[in-house]
């Protein structure tokens, strides 16, 4: 996990819940927010693989990397919203993932 997501993503929320709030429609609209993230890294999918024939190809792998990298960052701000514990949240469930998979997670690779 990046050192620098959760440190950063603190501040991203620290600035969001200034400037908009912690109730009940700003959570929602956080979670929102990551469904919107994941429908432009479809699009852009969609974009790299030419399936719209009007558009043509419109964009590379990296428009695609681009907006999953945007999901994540909307994620975790939402994560915010859900637990005050959000790295350990996460690790837990990407260890439990990785168990589920069989993948050998005591020698991480980079």
Known sequence: ???VLWPVTGRI??????????GEHETAMRLIKVV???GEASAAYIGMT?????????????????ELCDVIIAAAV???S???YSPAVLEA????AAR???ANISHPTH
């Open 13 to 22: 929320v620290t600035v969001l819940n200034a400037s908009n709030g912690t």
């Open 100 to 102: 589920r998979l069989g």
């Open 1 to 3: 996990m990046s050192a």
């Open 82 to 84: 859900f637990t005050a």
């Open 78 to 80: 939402a994560l915010h």
């Open 93 to 96: 469930k990407l260890h439990a």
């Open 36 to 38: 919107e993230e994941a």
């Open 50 to 66: 030419g399936q719209n024939p009007r558009k043509g190809t419109t964009h590379t792998p990296g428009d695609v990397a681009e």
